[in-house]
């Protein structure tokens, strides 16, 4: 499946999941990360991702999508530069 994750999370804990999403998906934009996962690897981001953040002040957005042909996507601006290694 196709998963673009958006988050707001107060700055302390950003570097921290940035880094763990970067094992997993693609850099997009500032709070942007967008990639294909497996079931299992959704479930592990998200349990990984539950204990990153502080559930009362931070917020995650998960969009799931069949696969990414479904995706449309539209970049007005500058179009930021996707590393395609993905960290392990």
């Known amino acids: 499946m196709y998963v673009i994750i958006v988050y707001d999370i107060e700055q302390e804990r950003v570097a921290k999941v940035c880094q763990y999403l970067r094992?997993?998906?693609?850099?997009?934009?500032?709070?942007?990360?967008?990639?294909?996962?497996?079931?299992?690897?959704?479930?592990?981001?998200?349990?990984?991702?539950?204990?990153?953040?502080?559930?009362?002040?931070?917020?995650?957005y998960i969009y799931q999508l069949p696969g990414k042909k479904l995706v449309k996507k539209e970049i007005l601006g500058q179009e930021k530069i996707v590393t395609r290694t993905i960290l392990e």
């Open 23 to 60: 094992r997993f998906l693609y850099w997009a934009q500032n709070s942007v990360f967008e990639g294909e996962l497996s079931e299992a690897q959704l479930v592990k981001v998200k349990s990984g991702l539950s204990k990153l953040i502080d559930p009362q002040r931070d917020s995650v």
